[in-house]
């Protein structure tokens, strides 16, 4: 069974070299590009499964590059490596077509399980690189959330364990709950935001502002959602 292709976005060497080297331990890497326009022309023609993309490059920037990939080769998934690890750096990122924010101060073990789990189609912002995001104040929710897409205080206490990778068993014994309860407020919460999955459900609460990783005590955690606002 062939190894997914990853393509390289960075244009300091040393660095490029060294993602080169962990990324090769799991994945076929097809090479190193240092440019955006260099990007875009490799990925059109190599089309590899995933790129790991620097925010900085010289001509076109990262965020640029991601949301032309998405528009016109929405097939390769886009996982962001980058110096910059803001909150607004990691929300804009995800709403440029990102399935995953990563520091470059983080271990390359880090680097390899957020490339497994954006291949399986989840989402992979890491818990150590961005301890600055957080929720909003108790009480406060963005209009557009508050007054259209209500979930309820049980729903956010799933959430939060369903984005930490633990199993329906395990949601269910910390919560008190029958596995199957769980499996419906997760279907409800996609039926009510009008999502399709885990990870857009992930980019929902990470574009609204629902984050909070002050709990968070896992490495390898990928997103912890806030409980810290009152239900509609």
Known sequence: MSRPTVLIADDHTLVAEGLQRIVEREFQCLGIVSHGAAVLRTAEHLSPDLVLLDLSLPDISGLEVARRLRRDLSQIKIFIISMMNTPDDVRHALAA????????????????????????????????????????????????????????????????????????????????????????????????????????????????????????????TRVAFSAGANAA
């Open 97 to 220: 077509g990102a399935s995953g924010y990563l520091s470059k101060e983080c271990a390359g073990t880090q680097l390899l399980f957020g490339i497994r789990e954006i291949m399986r189609g989840g989402t992979y912002v890491s818990v150590a690189s961005f301890p600055g995001i957080r929720a909003e104040p108790p009480g406060v929710l963005r209009p557009s959330y508050a007054e259209s897409q209500p979930i309820t205080p049980r729903q956010r206490d799933v959430l939060e364990l369903v984005v930490r990778g633990l199993p329906a068993k395990t949601i269910a014994h910390e919560l008190s709950i029958s596995p199957k309860t769980v499996e419906f407020h997760k279907t409800t919460m996609l039926r009510t935001l009008a999502l399709r999955n885990t990870a857009e459900l992930i980019r929902f609460a990470v574009e609204n502002k629902l984050i909070d990783l002050s709990t968070a005590d896992d490495q390898q």
